[in-house]
């Protein structure tokens, strides 16, 4: 795992996140504060990139067709992409957990069927089962979050089923059941501690994965609802002014690229710290 | 083999059975009502029933389902509540033109992927981490955001393509070539989109097979008899690293034809995806049901062709299958 500091993926994608993180947290800071003001919308709509107002305000990233400051709406939209992803991998994760757990723990019919449940949902078209979900309800942010959560658990349930498979045959699992101690308790505090490691990874790739599903969702109007900005809708909302404000739509799309690739290296790296057959490559 | 394959495909009858059960159950339990979208707010509670009554939606919901089911499998696939047309023949003008998306993009992206792995993992590495981050990136690429953008360029800046839709305006008039090099033209875009990002994931895949398989003792053995970088590559690497490809290609379907689902969004292309999302937002439970089902059939039939491969390739898989 030390290595993992001097890898460059995990290190552009720690520093990457990070950043993005800490702009989103000191949102009022790093901004104007307010995505969704609106001024003289005929005096500021579609000002370029590194443009001036009338009323002296700078726009980093110019302004969109109401005259919101994008860089502003960006680092607000952040918090919202960051967090409903984060929550969905939380999620995901705890589902795949107890799925996997429960599946590698107890032999018979039990793993027979959340194996064969697993498999069914991940054969599912994943963006037609969120479709769907998300007409289930009025669209709203924790809808989101849920969609993703319950979409998004298979691959972490597949791994965790396998290491706790394998760490229940292990001498010290054996040793932890012949001094008496419950089954229940052998899995909470033997196995699953030392299953979760290859979870990491997971998390890593599917938090770059949720961010890029919630903005699908918001891009198609199912998902986080305008004026909240989510880099989804701004995207959805630039596809309109393409043509005389192609940053707009721009700005978001490439901040959203920018985060997926941070997530999908610092994921590589993590996998290849854990699987010592592949530890050569972290020595570059 | 031949019992191998009918498991598989009786696993495959379950999916498509649990993945329409449960469209129905959703699209069904979700609020929203298609008769008070097709007759307006003006209508009143008599005209919503009687026209609920020729839908036959006033059943109890397990009825509906067992008569959706009988209709179904007999071919009868209804008509569409928004629009009024035969389901089959929505869906028949739908489906060659997502089968045409997909279907190309993904040979060309793992052509492409294939190439640029086997190039990389024989490659220095300076020129590995190049092409590792700029494969990156284009795995990470949002499909409906670089579709938004190639428009920009290629449509808005440059007026070389067009952005919408399979056909020109025109396309009625136009005849041989020029009714060709239409359709091509509406093509390039969606086409490029789709298999910018596939080729990403596919050269990432790639490279990670072609390393495990370069540093096994074979591969030495092939070198130090002297055969050619190229034919090493050709015969040892590649055909070994084929395997899990071929298995990634048959589980990255459900994935790709969700993407096609937004890509067809953001280029208005006639496909089922675009249908499906009309369909769900309008609550055209015909529409819905069929469309999920196609899609389904698709990607199940898209799992037992790549089962069917991987023995095709595998000739140890192939041996094992027959001796049992």
Known sequence: ?284 | MLSHLGARALAGAVVLAGVVTLTFLLVRLAPGDPVERLLGPTATPAQLAVQRRALGLDRPLAAQYAIWVGRFARGDWGRSIATGRPVRVLLGEAVPATLALVGTSLILSYLLGLAVGAWQSGASPRVDTAISITTVTLFALPGFWLGLMLVMTFTYWMHWLPAFGATGLDADGLTGWSRLADRLRHFALPLATLTLIGVGGAARFARGAMRDVRSQPFVRTAEAKGLSPFLVTRRHVARNALIPIVTLLGLSLPALFSGAVLVEAVFAWPGVGRRLVEAVQARDYPVVMAATAVTAVLVVAGNLLTDLSVAWIDPRIRREKRQS
């Open chain 1, 1 to 284: 795992m030390r290595g993992l500091w001097r890898d460059r993926r995990a290190a552009f994608g720690l520093a990457l996140l990070a950043l993005v993180t800490g702009a989103a947290v000191a949102g009022p800071l790093v901004s104007s504060g307010n995505p969704t003001a609106q001024h003289d919308v005929v005096a500021t709509r579609f000002l370029r990139p590194l443009a001036t107002d009338h009323a002296g305000s700078f726009h980093v990233l110019g302004t969109d067709r109401f005259g919101r400051d994008v860089w502003t709406r960006l680092v607000y939209g952040a918090r919202v992409s960051l967090t409903v992803g984060a929550l969905a991998v939380l999620l995901s994760v705890v589902i795949g957990v107890l799925v996997g757990g429960a599946a590698g723990y107890w032999p018979g019919p039990v793993r027979t069927s959340l194996l064969a449940l697993t498999d069914f949902v991940l054969a599912l078209p994943r963006v037609v089962l969120l479709l769907l979900l998300a007409a289930m309800a009025r669209p709203s942010t924790v809808l989101v979050i849920v969609v993703l959560g319950l979409t998004g658990w298979m691959s972490v349930a597949r791994l965790v089923h396998g290491e706790v498979r394998s760490l229940a045959a292990r001498p010290f699992v054996e040793g932890a059941i012949a001094l008496g101690v419950s089954r229940g308790r052998v899995l909470a505090r033997h196995i699953l501690p030392n299953a979760l490691t290859p979870v990491i990874v997971s998390v890593a790739l599917g938090l770059g994965n949720a961010i890029m599903l919630e903005a699908s969702l918001s891009f198609l109007g199912v998902g986080v609802q305008p004026p909240t900005p989510s880099w989804g809708n701004m995207i959805a909302s630039g596809r309109d002014t393409l043509v005389n404000a192609p940053w707009v739509a721009a700005a978001p799309g490439v901040a959203l690229v920018l985060v997926v690739v941070a997530c999908t290296l610092l994921g590589d790296a993590l996998q290849d710290a854990l699987d010592p057959t592949t530890r050569y490559e972290t020595v570059r």
